[in-house]
Nanobody, 124 residues
Framework: QVQLVESGGGLVQPGGSLRLSCAAS?????????MGWFRQAPGKEREFVAA????????SYTASVKGRFTISRDNAKNTMYLEMNSLKPEDTAVYYC????????????????WGQGTQVIVSS
């Protein structure tokens, strides 16, 4: 069983920055797992944001965040990060951490393990 705990959300003004973290613990079926971020805005379906392979050598982003968000991970700390810059009101959502067998699995809807989410509000 894998436990995922997100942190770092909060209220930020448009144009500001936030750094989300996802701490993983427990055991995954595939030790060389990919990880990713999803988000769900009020009244909308959950959507893919970014994914990263075990080595960090492969990343994937949804078009609306390319150039503004950066996903990274520190396997020694079992932690994944999402650096969010130039934030816009439309980035407001609950952000969820996910673990999957590969980047493709994550980008195609996510693997089996999810965190509880962290709220990001972008507003002046």
């Amino acid at each position: 069983q894998v436990q995922l705990v997100e942190s770092g959300g909060g209220l930020v003004q448009p144009g500001g920055s936030l750094r989300l973290s996802c701490a993983a613990s427990g055991r995954t079926v595939n030790p060389y797992h990919a990880m990713g971020w999803f988000r769900q805005a009020p009244g909308k379906e959950r959507e893919f944001v970014a994914a990263i392979s075990w080595s960090g050598g492969t990343t994937s982003y949804t078009a609306s965040v390319k150039g503004r968000f950066t996903i990274s991970r520190d396997n020694a700390k079992n932690t994944m990060y999402l650096e969010m810059n130039s934030l816009k009101p439309e980035d407001t959502a609950v952000y969820y951490c996910n673990v999957g067998a590969s980047v493709r699995v994550v980008t195609d809807g996510g693997g089996d393990y999810w965190g509880q989410g962290t709220q990001v509000i972008v507003s002046s």
